[in-house]
């Protein structure tokens, strides 16, 4: 077996220079592009974990020749809030870069347990972290940091790290359930099989009762250990009177052992420990993986959560320090270097810089920021070292605000949800009452069976498929939306964004950049240049995109500002009345389209603006097209400037000068008509339409009220993103369909299967729990989209 080739560098895959490094690895001469990989590889090699090369998927990461100094992790004040104390000394979870596959799990593994002073160590592919137990009294953290950083795996401490060791902690109790009740099936069905054998009878009943009892010894732990999440469902489930699936899990379980026990104390015919033992195991199994499989699918939350660094290099008068990120407050200034993230929301001084904001826009492309931008948290600084000037910190960040979006998202209730749970319920109440007329059936006719066989009714018709077909869906759908940087707000989001059949696009900061500029100016009466600066100072706090096109460095400060939606701006300067917006509405005069300032009743300036087109945007709506959704550019601006936008981007049904009342009406219009209808803005004019749309987006630079209205937040600037969106919607409908169509018709067939005395228990504990994993797996497509939602 050979070390997979790997494109570039033998270690990181970059590509070479014209002078490359040469390593020897397992016999062969590698080129490497950098000192640094050259370092990593030979210690890989000198340690005897080359099969590190063998095993691995895809390349490694890129080791910088200058590492990063890990001392300041060896303080107090740092650790306190992320390492916990444990009998070998301390434990603590890190985030790392450049972890792709299970090979760099291994390697990891591997290489920690070598430093001295550790003494455990367990990374996590999925995840991307990686959990170190040391002895700092004989290493300190930052040098096995170090062996991190020099294996091309780049530490960040982990945020949420309470969080986390609950998860790891309700884990590995789920994995000690899973393998004592492995264990305990496994004897249970070995003495089963025994009893199974004695076909004829022949068993002196003292050897049968031995091997019962033992069978009652093995399973018991299983049933009150292993099973015990089932039972204490039950019991709430019985306490708010809303029998569900843990109700027949527990029940079954408990009838077959303590029926069991019975059948055992007076000698019967027949036991069903192996029955009880079996269901269990094969439960929990299906209930383990599909935990497994909804935190892999929201594993971006957990990267929006631990983006955020812990360390932040602030300035003081004699220079600067590095102190935790909870330590800053709004005004601190902080230097962030080049490959850093950036710790708080604020403003960017001094040089300009590029930013990578991939993790929160899902735009792979840096973005270019001028002195004065906003920056924030969880960004990446590329290229060059910045400086930024704090003004949000912790759960204030943009990055907190994400994070709380999808965690709300991926905890609601949508309607769908709601009718699998109901359906669920009533299967549940209808099976015991089936279960007890088969009991009553055959015990007719041959007494002996009518237990097993109702037994195998309850477990095999056990609806846990139906149960997980919606939830599974969604939490996968809603990790893909996130990892491109939508974030789907509303509960039944994606269930009516499906069944969109009409787009209303809003044009400024939608269609548009969001970024006008002035093209005229021009005085009715007076200076135009003191027009410019009023108009400034009206549109400074207006919160509205126009404000870019009158921006200036200093000017009076207006005060009473108010927006009205539609109209314009009003407020007061100096004293003094003033309006800007609609001729009508600013200087009373008839609307022609273009933007005025005066006082309601006299025209004192007029001003032209341009607002570019997105690049995206034509390709966005002939893709929306494609969907079936039939695009409407429905617009406050005037209807010169709206009809060249939609010449430009093919869209004949436009709607101009419309007031946010207008907005409203054509939707209710079109809903009269029987479509359902996705609306698309950004403006404070737009929050009505939103919120009254069947199913609403909203851009990410767009108003708060917007945000608040919308079911979707485009978090990037893209609005591909949107048809995107709205294929994955239609295809996590599809598959939510497929799951509840197997999970009905799989106990529908099964069902009378059973109730005939085909199915036995075990038989029964195996066919449900396949039932559960087959849904489990569908669901997952949803997280490896097709090509063309990439």
Not at 210 to 226: A, D, E, G
Not at 672 to 687: E, I, P, Q, S, T
């Amino acid at each position: 077996m050979t070390a997979r080739p790997i494109p570039g560098c033998f270690h990181c895959g970059e590509p070479l220079p014209a002078d490359p490094v040469h390593v020897q690895v397992d016999g062969a001469r590698q080129q490497v592009c950098c000192t640094g990989c050259g370092a990593a590889a030979n210690w890989i090699r000198d340690a005897g974990l080359a099969d590190y090369y063998r095993l691995r998927d895809s390349a490694g990461g890129r080791v910088a020749l200058a590492t990063t100094d890990y001392s300041a992790w060896d303080r107090a004040d740092v650790q306190a809030d992320h390492a916990i104390e444990t009998p070998q000394g301390r434990e603590i979870t890190v985030v790392c870069e450049g972890m792709h596959c299970a090979a760099c799990a291994w390697l990891i593994d591997h290489a920690l347990r070598r430093e001295p002073g550790v003494s455990d160590a367990g990374a996590n592919a999925v995840t991307g972290r990686v959990r170190i137990a040391w002895d700092p009294e004989r290493t300190p953290l930052s040098q096995v940091l170090a062996r991190l950083a020099a294996l091309g795996y780049r530490p960040h401490l982990a945020q949420g790290e309470a969080a986390e060791r609950e998860r790891r902690r309700e884990r590995n109790r789920m994995i000690a359930r899973l393998g004592v009740a492995a264990l305990g099936a496994t004897q249970a069905m070995m003495f089963a099989e025994a009893l199974y054998l004695d076909t004829a009878n022949e068993m002196a009943p003292a050897t049968r009762d031995f091997f019962r009892w033992i069978t009652f010894l093995v399973s018991t732990p299983v049933v009150f250990f292993s099973g015990w999440p089932f039972i204490a469902g039950m019991a709430t489930e019985l306490r708010e009177r809303r029998p569900g699936m843990d109700t027949l899990v527990a029940s079954s379980v408990l009838l077959a052992y303590f029926a069991s026990l019975v059948e055992t104390l007076r000698g019967g015919a027949h036991v069903w420990f192996d029955a009880a033992v079996m269901f269990v195991l094969f439960l929990l199994a299906a209930r383990f993986l599909e935990r497994m499989a909804r935190r892999q699918a929201s594993a971006r939350l957990d990267t929006l959560a631990r983006a955020q660094p812990a360390l932040a290099w602030r300035e003081t008068a004699g220079g600067r320090e590095q102190v935790p990120v909870s330590a800053l407050s709004a005004g601190d200034v902080v230097q962030v270097a080049a490959g850093d993230t950036v710790p708080a929301d604020g403003e960017l001084i001094g040089d300009a810089a590029a930013l990578d904001e991939s993790l929160l826009t899902g735009e792979a492309t840096a973005v270019d920021k001028q002195a004065g931008d906003a920056l924030y948290a969880g960004s990446t600084c590329r290229e060059a070292p910045l400086r930024l000037r704090v003004q949000r910190t912790g759960s204030d960040t943009r990055l907190s605000q994400l994070v709380r979006a999808v965690d709300r998202a991926q905890a609601s209730r949508p309607r769908v949800a709601h009718f699998a749970d109901a359906v669920a319920r009533r299967f549940v109440v209808s099976l015991f009452v089936v279960a007890g007329l088969v009991f009553w059936a055959w015990w007719q006719v041959q007494p002996e069976r009518a237990f097993e066989i109702a037994l195998a009714v309850l477990v095999v018709s056990c609806p846990c498929a139906l149960s997980l077909a919606v939830p599974t869906a969604l939490a996968t759908a809603h990790g893909t939306l996130a990892r491109w940087g939508v974030l789907a707000l509303g509960a039944d989001a994606l269930e009516n964004l499906a069944r969109a059949d009409v787009v209303v696009l809003d044009k400024t900061g939608t269609l548009t950049l969001g970024q006008p500029r002035l093209l005229h100016a021009e005085a009715i009466e007076g200076d135009i240049g003191q027009w410019r600066r009023i108009a400034a100072a009206l549109e400074c706090n207006a919160g509205h995109p126009l404000a870019l096109a009158f921006a200036l460095p200093d000017g009076p400060v207006a005060t009473a500002v108010r927006t009205v939606p539609g109209q314009g701006v009003q407020g007061e300067v100096d004293g003094r009345a003033y309006r800007l917006g609609r001729a009508d509405y600013a200087a009373g005069r008839a609307d022609d389209g273009a933007l005025w300032l005066g006082d309601g009743a006299r025209a004192l300036a007029r001003f032209e603006t341009t607002d570019p087109v997105r690049p995206e945007a034509g390709e966005a709506v002939a893709a929306l097209r494609e969907l079936g959704l039939q695009p409407r550019l429905v617009s406050g601006d005037g209807a010169t400037r709206v009809a060249a936008v939609a010449d430009q981007l093919g869209i004949t049904d436009v709607a101009s000068r419309q007031s946010p009342e207008d907005k409203l009406a054509i939707v209710r219009a079109l809903q009269a008509n029987g479509h359902r209808v996705l609306a698309v803005g950004d403006g404070l004019n737009d929050a009505p339409v939103l919120a009254g749309a069947d199913v609403s987006v909203a851009m990410a630079g767009g108003a708060p009220l917007a945000h608040r209205s919308a079911d979707l937040v485009l978090a990037g600037p893209s609005l591909l993103r949107l048809p995107q969106s709205v294929r994955l919607a239609r295809r996590t409908r599809r598959i939510i369909g497929q799951n509840l169509a197997w999970a009905l018709a799989y106990n529908v067939v099964a069902l009378p299967f059973a109730a005939l005395g085909w199915v036995s228990p075990g038989l029964a504990a195996l066919g449900m729990a396949a039932s559960s994993l087959i849904v489990t797996a569908n669901a997952l497509r949803l997280g490896r989209p097709h090509g063309e939602l990439a």
